[in-house]
């Protein structure tokens, strides 16, 4: 039996990479729900001869096979049930992306949800979440998706629409990514988790007989083969070129870049949004992407058998992009920001400041790194030792001495204002996505897993994390006439908005196109009539946003403002205001700095989940699911079964499971769009109550920071895509959990 200490398949949040180092954190996240109308010890099910699993060969490489189904209504609940879904695998056999050495399969699951109004001309939008090893079903079902997990009974866990998802503007597509990360897959491997200590075995294996049945579990996984996966940003970059040509390929209805007689092109194309260490995959993948539509016009690349990849706009959200730009913000985030929370001493933060100045020190050994790279291995293939060494030196450093400090303080580094543990966003879907109606209705071979740590050493291996050329990238990406959007919550630490700051003006100086932003000023980001939720620096296609009162996974923090936020960007208007604007002479005007000083919000209440042990459970907690008290329902921990409230009879009226409709969903909902028309993907509707479209405001509020308790009453704004912004009906602000 084979055992590995530190699970390949854990609950983290995204940035898993610098969060190992700096929590530890590690919990497996496996295929069992524990009440008892969820199947327990559960592998996925087989699939049937009967299945609706549709497999075709990709037409642009024989090769490679796209297999898809449509997720049964009610898997996840949208706000219309005339909008369509996908899940599937786009299957690279090995070698596909020789000359790298690749000698194994790779099996990159997607979920691909249309469009609320309009999918036939919206915009498509790629959907990455960071780690590396970070599943982007954290995007879907905890950020920008367009549904959310909720509680329905006791034992029964389903999905409601949420109002401010992105498939609101556009259609959206998440891609779990790299190999074995997520429902993503080599070779279907099973195997069992002790989830007290995140040990797992292959074989499966029974439990320890005087531990909790529930806390040691069997299931299906990758293969936790670290050679089995992509180790470099830039290899992860040619793989999912290859996942999307697939894809695109298999549904040409959903690329722009085939709509010949599209009305604006200008608007209509394909944006791609990645998070936290997708500030590294973001800026990567989309080079990649345009250095490949050049081959193919010039020849070098077979035309008619390849697709363009047409790139509007590249959106950041949070981050962790350069640590030779950003490195030097964090001891200064911890000790002077905006809610006057000093996280570290000033002795501190002097310490770990020169420690990043410090001959032998962090910055020095950054660039050590690039210019091995650049001199032994410049197409980052993680392959020469030497290179691998140098900049796995260099993370070290930077990890312990000057971004590590910051947890002595008991604090969260995604959300300043909160002590750990902080269970902030809800960990229900874990539980919901190793159901077996919802495997069975997505068609997987393996059983779910946020995070993945096989993924996340063999990037540390090659010291991806210091390797970066990601803001000569998106230089290169502007002088291409791609907008380029960075969006930071002002409470996360981990890649606070001070280092994205100074990658906006990184980025301006090496892209003479947008030398003018420095003497841009910062605007107000008018959410709505009644609320300003961050500011904004514009010029041309370059912006920088920061969000107020927001954690490192912003959508989930401040769904409107991010929405909104994506929204404006994608569509190619003022993002402070919503207006249409010309984007080759267009500024932003206002203070030169953002200086709106925050109030630190009340502690989050506390939630134990069964699913994510390490970052949600106090000690006494841990211990009572190491001795089996307590009470499990819906994979949260209880001391006794009371505790437990009933959900709102609400939610049984607007929540779906798998094959089963919500009351509140009916045909005749989704008829009252046939009169609309498409603005930038957006409806115009004249229904009062249809959640499209995207406010565009003509004066500022006054509200500024937390979003207001209740919705205020239309003022002389005015939604474009959409009659009016009171058209809301989804929750605004902080919910009443915490997280990690």
Same mark, same amino acid.
């Given at each position: 039996?084979?055992?590995?200490?530190?699970?390949?398949? +854990?609950?983290?949040?995204?940035?898993?990479?610098?969060s190992?180092?700096?929590?530890s954190?590690?919990?497996?996240?496996?295929?069992?729900?524990?009440?008892?109308?969820?199947?327990?010890?559960?592998?996925?099910?087989?699939?049937?001869?009967?299945?609706n699993i549709?497999?075709?060969?990709?037409?642009?490489d024989r090769?490679?096979?796209?297999?898809?189904?449509?997720?049964?209504?009610?898997?996840?609940?949208?706000v219309?049930?005339?909008?369509?879904?996908?899940?599937?695998?786009v299957?690279?056999?090995?070698?596909?992306?020789?000359?790298?050495?690749?000698?194994?399969?790779?099996?990159?699951?997607?979920?691909?949800?249309?469009?609320?109004?309009?999918?036939s001309?919206?915009?498509?939008?790629?959907?990455?979440?960071?780690?590396?090893?970070?599943?982007?079903?954290?995007?879907?079902?905890?950020?920008?998706?367009?549904?959310?997990?909720?509680?329905?009974a006791?034992g029964q866990?389903?999905?409601?629409?949420?109002?401010?998802?992105?498939?609101?503007?556009?259609?959206?597509?998440?891609?779990?990514?790299?190999?074995?990360?997520?429902?993503?897959?080599?070779t279907?491997?099973?195997?069992?988790?002790?989830?007290?200590?995140?040990?797992l075995?292959s074989?499966?294996?029974?439990g320890?007989?005087?531990?909790?049945?529930?806390?040691?579990?069997?299931?299906t996984?990758?293969?936790?083969?670290?050679?089995?996966?992509?180790?470099?940003?830039?290899?992860?970059?040619?793989?999912i070129?290859?996942?999307?040509?697939?894809?695109?390929s298999?549904?040409?209805?959903?690329?722009? !870049?085939t709509?010949?007689? %599209?009305?604006?092109?200008?608007v209509?194309?394909?944006?791609? #949004?990645a998070? %936290?260490?997708?500030?590294?995959?973001?800026?990567a993948?989309?080079s990649?992407?345009?250095?490949?539509?050049? +081959?193919?016009?010039?020849?070098?690349?077979?035309?008619?058998?390849?697709?363009?990849?047409?790139l509007i706009s590249?959106?950041i959200?949070?981050?962790?992009?350069?640590?030779?730009?950003q490195?030097?913000y964090?001891?200064?985030?911890a000790?002077?920001?905006?809610?006057?929370?000093?996280?570290?001493?000033?002795?501190d933060?002097?310490t770990?400041?020169?420690?990043?100045?410090?001959?032998?020190?962090?910055?020095?050994? $950054?660039?050590?790194?690039r210019d091995?790279v650049?001199?032994?291995?410049?197409?980052?293939?993680?392959?020469?030792?030497?290179?691998?060494q140098?900049?796995?030196?260099a993370?070290?450093?930077?990890n312990?001495?000057?971004?590590?400090?910051?947890?002595?303080s008991?604090?969260?580094?995604?959300?300043?204002?909160?002590?750990?543990?902080?269970?902030?966003?809800?960990?229900?879907?874990?539980?919901?996505?190793?159901?077996?109606?919802?495997?069975?209705?997505?068609?997987?071979?393996?059983?779910?897993?946020?995070?993945?740590?096989?993924v996340?050493?063999?990037?540390?291996?090659?010291?991806?994390?210091e390797?970066g050329?990601?803001?000569s990238?998106?230089?290169?990406?502007l002088?291409?006439?791609?907008?380029?959007?960075?969006?930071?919550?002002?409470?996360?630490?981990?890649?606070?908005?001070?280092?994205?700051?100074?990658?906006?003006?990184s980025?301006?100086a090496?892209?003479p196109?947008?030398?003018?932003f420095y003497?841009a000023?910062?605007?107000?980001?008018?959410?709505?009539?009644s609320?300003?939720?961050?500011?904004?620096?514009?010029?041309?296609?370059?912006?920088?946003?920061r969000i107020?009162?927001?954690?490192?996974?912003?959508?989930?923090?401040?769904?409107?403002?991010?929405?909104?936020?994506?929204?404006?960007?994608?569509?190619?208007?003022d993002?402070?205001?919503?207006e249409?604007?010309?984007?080759?002479? #267009?500024?932003?005007?206002?203070d030169?700095?953002?200086?709106?000083?925050?109030?630190?919000?009340?502690a989050?209440?506390?939630?134990?989940?069964v699913?994510? $042990?390490?970052?949600?459970?106090?000690?006494?907690?841990?211990?009572?699911?190491?001795?089996?008290?307590?009470?499990?329902?819906?994979?949260?921990?209880y001391?006794?079964a009371?505790?437990?409230?009933?959900?709102a009879?609400?939610?049984?009226?607007?929540?779906g499971?798998?094959?089963?409709?919500?009351?509140?969903?009916?045909?005749?909902?989704?008829?009252?769009?046939? !009169?609309a028309?498409?603005?930038?993907?957006?409806?115009?509707?004249?229904?009062?109550?249809l959640?499209?479209?995207?406010?565009?405001?003509?004066?500022?509020?006054t509200?500024?920071?937390k979003?207001p308790?209740?919705?205020?009453?239309?003022?002389k704004?005015?939604?474009? !895509?959409?009659?009016?912004?009171?058209?809301?009906?989804?929750?605004?602000?902080?919910?009443?959990f915490?997280?990690?």
């Amino acid at each position: 039996m084979a055992s590995i200490s530190l699970a390949p398949f +854990l609950a983290m949040t995204d940035l898993d990479q610098r969060s190992l180092y700096l929590l530890s954190h590690a919990l497996a996240v496996i295929p069992v729900l524990l009440r008892p109308s969820f199947v327990v010890g559960q592998y996925p099910p087989p699939v049937s001869s009967d299945s609706n699993i549709t497999t075709i060969r990709s037409p642009a490489d024989r090769r490679v096979t796209i297999s898809y189904q449509s997720p049964a209504i009610g898997t996840c609940t949208t706000v219309f049930p005339t909008q369509q879904q996908y899940t599937g695998h786009v299957r690279l056999p090995p070698f596909t992306l020789a000359p790298i050495q690749q000698n194994y399969s790779i099996n990159t699951f997607f979920w691909f949800i249309e469009a609320r109004s309009n999918p036939s001309t919206a915009p498509l939008t790629i959907y990455i979440n960071g780690g590396p090893g970070s599943s982007s079903m954290v995007g879907l079902f905890q950020e920008s998706g367009p549904c959310e997990v909720v509680e329905i009974a006791d034992g029964q866990l389903g999905t409601q629409p949420r109002d401010w998802g992105w498939d609101r503007s556009s259609n959206v597509l998440f891609i779990d990514q790299p190999n074995q990360v997520g429902f993503s897959y080599d070779t279907p491997t099973n195997g069992s988790i002790n989830l007290l200590t995140s040990a797992l075995s292959s074989p499966p294996v029974t439990g320890p007989s005087n531990q909790p049945t529930y806390t040691f579990l069997n299931g299906t996984f990758s293969s936790g083969n670290g050679n089995a996966t992509t180790n470099t940003t830039e290899i992860s970059a040619l793989a999912i070129w290859h996942m999307l040509q697939g894809f695109l390929s298999a549904f040409p209805q959903y690329n722009p !870049g085939t709509r010949a007689n %599209s009305t604006q092109p200008g608007v209509v194309g394909v944006n791609l #949004f990645a998070e %936290s260490y997708g500030g590294k995959y973001g800026p990567a993948f989309a080079s990649l992407w345009e250095q490949q539509n050049a +081959l193919r016009t010039n020849g070098s690349m077979a035309f008619n058998k390849t697709l363009e990849i047409r790139l509007i706009s590249l959106g950041i959200i949070q981050g962790c992009i350069d640590d030779l730009v950003q490195g030097r913000y964090y001891p200064i985030f911890a000790n002077n920001n905006t809610y006057g929370i000093q996280a570290l001493s000033v002795v501190d933060q002097l310490t770990a400041a020169n420690s990043y100045l410090s001959a032998g020190g962090c910055q020095q050994l $950054i660039q050590s790194c690039r210019d091995a790279v650049n001199s032994m291995d410049p197409n980052d293939n993680g392959d020469v030792y030497t290179v691998n060494q140098i900049c796995q030196q260099a993370e070290q450093t930077c990890n312990n001495n000057v971004i590590g400090p910051y947890t002595n303080s008991g604090r969260d580094v995604y959300d300043i204002a909160q002590m750990t543990p902080d269970s902030f966003p809800p960990s229900t879907y874990l539980e919901y996505l190793n159901s077996a109606s919802v495997q069975v209705a997505i068609g997987t071979v393996v059983n779910y897993t946020e995070s993945n740590p096989v993924v996340l050493s063999a990037f540390v291996a090659t010291g991806d994390y210091e390797r970066g050329n990601q803001i000569s990238q998106m230089s290169y990406l502007l002088s291409l006439g791609v907008r380029v959007a960075l969006i930071y919550g002002d409470r996360d630490y981990i890649c606070n908005w001070l280092g994205g700051e100074a990658v906006s003006f990184s980025i301006a100086a090496q892209s003479p196109l947008t030398a003018p932003f420095y003497s841009a000023g910062y605007a107000d980001i008018v959410v709505n009539s009644s609320y300003i939720g961050g500011a904004v620096r514009q010029y041309g296609n370059l912006s920088f946003s920061r969000i107020y009162d927001s954690g490192h996974l912003v959508p989930a923090y401040q769904p409107e403002t991010a929405f909104t936020v994506f929204t404006r960007i994608i569509m190619g208007t003022d993002i402070s205001t919503g207006e249409p604007v010309d984007l080759s002479t #267009f500024t932003t005007s206002g203070d030169a700095n953002a200086t709106y000083t925050n109030t630190v919000p009340n502690a989050n209440a506390q939630t134990c989940y069964v699913r994510n $042990i390490a970052n949600t459970c106090d000690a006494e907690q841990k211990n009572m699911l190491a001795t089996g008290e307590g009470v499990i329902i819906n994979g949260v921990l209880y001391d006794q079964a009371s505790d437990w409230q009933q959900p709102a009879s609400s939610v049984q009226i607007n929540a779906g499971m798998p094959g089963t409709v919500p009351s509140s969903m009916t045909a005749s909902t989704a008829s009252m769009l046939s !009169g609309a028309s498409a603005v930038g993907g957006a409806a115009t509707v004249t229904a009062s109550n249809l959640p499209t479209g995207v406010y565009v405001a003509t004066f500022t509020p006054t509200v500024t920071g937390k979003p207001p308790s209740k919705k205020g009453a239309a003022g002389k704004g005015h939604v474009l !895509g959409g009659p009016s912004w009171i058209m809301v009906c989804g929750v605004v602000g902080f919910a009443l959990f915490a997280w990690v």
